[in-house]
């Protein structure tokens, strides 16, 4: 059980783990992840917006890049 404990990096959830017991720390565990899925679904959601954006930036730099030559012409 020592082993399980050391995976909580605060006193308060070691001593908390530690006092109910391996049947309470399943749902100890559960509700680690329910409170850790909201803020990495929205720093998952501000990167992908943000490599969307670069995304399309790069293709309107090639784009205007393409129409300035072909103006040349």
């Known amino acids: 059980m ?3 404990l050391a995976l ?6 070691a001593r908390t783990a530690e006092a109910m017991g391996l049947a309470r ?3 100890l565990w559960q509700g680690v992840w ?3 899925l909201p803020p990495l679904a929205v720093f998952g959601g501000i990167l992908y917006f943000t490599w ?3 995304r399309q930036a790069e293709v309107g730099i090639a784009n205007g890049a ?3 030559i072909g103006a040349r012409r």
């Open 25 to 27: 720390l399943a749902v």
């Open 66 to 68: 393409a129409s300035r």
């Open 8 to 13: 909580f990096q605060c006193v308060q959830c």
């Open 34 to 36: 329910i409170l850790l």
């Open 2 to 4: 020592t082993a399980l």
């Open 52 to 54: 969307k954006r670069a």
